[in-house]
């Protein structure tokens, strides 16, 4: 066996592995020709727990294996908690300890990138993909079941999976310990739901602080989660999570980034009739910093792609400065631009006007259990005074409270008209944008939510797409009402992006 060359044993190889992998590593034992080809395969993919991480590191240490890890996924392992503390939402000191927990996992992780870094036989000419978007506490499976239907306490109201960390989030703390990473291009944070558990929560701010220190990074997905029924302290932890990343975004410096995605998932008002909160807690006519610091983010100079998916809350910042910059922005090398938005930005403000009210209904008691998991009838996050000061918040969250308590008719508003003083603006920085991308073939703008109704039942549509096909220089508009028409100062700007040529299209 010693004598079979690579590249006999490398066309062996796949055919002694079954459909799971079983076994598959006995076959090492074979020869040492036959234990450099199996393990090229078992360590091409690692999946790690963070328990597991200083044993991954001294089987890493050995010969050639450096050289054969392409992926990693990272599952964070936190603490463990009682039955009766997964029938409530987690406390502050338990989010403490989970981010303790996480950051003592990256480190880790960061300790055993930085073996395969030193590895003189490890080149990664295409770099690694690394995942940190798992985390779970050897608790949640345990107790998922009892709260689900299928053991003891069967049959409990309050839906575990969704409430028990709906409001926390995991941070990371001590980046400046961490060591530089060059032989990373992939890092994957978006945190999915699967049939086993509603995904917690990474910090956006902490997930740029930690790409920031892969230094040939040219991909990044990542996602921010914002609950806007979740009361007056979930308000300000938003506030605070949006300041955090916008200056997180400032200090960054992710040069050789290619794919940006960046999702977020956003919980929109039960009732469209309400104003709603300003999660900035900027002036009305300031900026919208947020947005500005996207904007920041997508003039990285190799970006070829943006993805922004799900529902930002975004404004005319995040395409052009409202304020008229020295030299105008560019996007040398973005080719593709896609975005999602709410039907409001993040200082309340609403892209729609009211089309359409649902008939009267009754609210009952029944119908604010905050324990109902998906069921949020409960606005008071939403409604605000004008001067959105924590006090005034709170007042109205607990008048709007004691007003939901009783039973009362009510009318559902919907809004899906667009509102010209809000989407001209909009539009026009979109043009102005598009005309600094010289590579660009697509860019789309929309609001994903179309369907507007009560559960199963809808009453109306807001639909709102549009596309520019830059190749061919077509702008496309599939809007409702089917009368509706940009103004003709938008119609100029999009003329000046696509010349005497560009054709609008109307369906």
């Not at 920031?212 to 938003?238: C, P, V, Y």
């Amino acid at each position: 066996m010693e004598k079979l060359p690579q590249e006999v044993i490398a066309e062996i190889v796949p055919y002694l592995r079954d459909e799971y992998w079983s076994g598959f590593h006995r076959y090492a034992t074979i020869s040492k020709a036959f234990q450099y080809a199996i393990e090229r395969r078992l360590f091409h993919r690692l999946s790690i727990r963070s328990t597991e991480l200083q044993y991954a590191a001294s089987l890493l240490r050995r010969d050639h294996r450096c050289s054969s890890v392409k992926r990693i996924y990272l599952e964070t392992v936190l603490p463990e908690y009682s039955e009766e503390a997964s029938k409530r939402e987690e406390t502050q000191e338990e989010q403490d300890a989970n981010s303790a927990a996480f950051s003592e996992a990256i480190h880790g992780l960061f300790e055993l990138l930085r073996i395969i870094e030193d590895d003189p036989q490890s080149t990664h000419g295409s770099g690694m993909w690394i995942s940190i978007s798992e985390l779970k506490s050897p608790s949640d499976l345990k107790y998922k079941y009892t709260h689900n239907g299928y053991g003891p306490g069967a049959g409990s109201t309050y839906s575990f999976m969704a409430s028990r960390w709906k409001k926390s989030c995991v941070r990371f703390s001590d980046v400046n310990n961490l060591p530089v990473i060059s032989k990373v291009s992939q890092l994957h944070a978006h945190s999915l739901s699967t049939n086993i558990h509603r995904p917690r929560r990474i910090e956006p701010a902490s997930v740029l602080a930690i790409a920031d220190k892969f230094r040939r990074l040219s991909s990044l997905d990542f996602n921010i989660r914002d609950f806007r029924k979740s009361g007056l302290e979930a308000r300000q932890n938003r506030r605070q999570a949006l300041k955090e990343l916008a200056q997180a975004i400032d200090v960054v410096h992710l040069d050789t980034l290619r794919h940006l995605h960046f999702a977020s998932l956003t919980e929109e008002p039960w009732n469209e009739e309400r104003q709603l909160a300003n999660l900035l807690d900027i002036h009305p006519g300031s900026i919208d910093s947020f947005s500005r610091a996207l904007h920041n983010l997508t003039l990285s100079p190799n970006l070829v792609e943006i993805s922004l998916k799900g529902a930002h809350f975004i404004s005319p910042e995040l395409y052009w400065p409202s304020t008229e910059p020295e030299s105008a922005p560019t996007w040398p090398n973005l080719k593709y631009f896609y975005v999602n938005m709410a039907p409001f930005d993040a200082k309340g403000e609403w892209y729609f006007l009211p089309g359409r009210s649902q008939d009267e209904f009754t609210i009952t008691p029944s119908d604010n259990d905050s324990d109902s998991g998906d069921n949020d009838l409960d606005e008071d996050s939403d409604e605000v005074s004008d001067d959105d000061s924590d006090a005034a918040l709170s007042n109205a969250s607990t008048e709007d409270s004691q007003y939901h308590t009783q039973t009362k008719p009510l009318r559902r508003q919907f809004r899906c008209i667009p509102d010209a003083q809000k989407i001209d603006p909009l539009l026009i920085s979109v043009a102005r944008a598009a005309k600094c991308m010289p590579q660009l073939h697509y860019l789309n703008l929309d609001v994903p939510r179309e369907f507007l109704g009560d559960g199963w039942e809808w009453v109306t549509k807001r639909q709102f797409y549009v596309q520019y096909y830059a190749r061919e220089r077509k702008l496309s508009f599939d809007v409702l009402p089917k009368d509706w028409r940009p103004s003709s100062e938008v119609e100029q700007s999009w003329r000046e992006t696509m010349g005497e040529y560009g054709v609008f299209e109307f369906k």
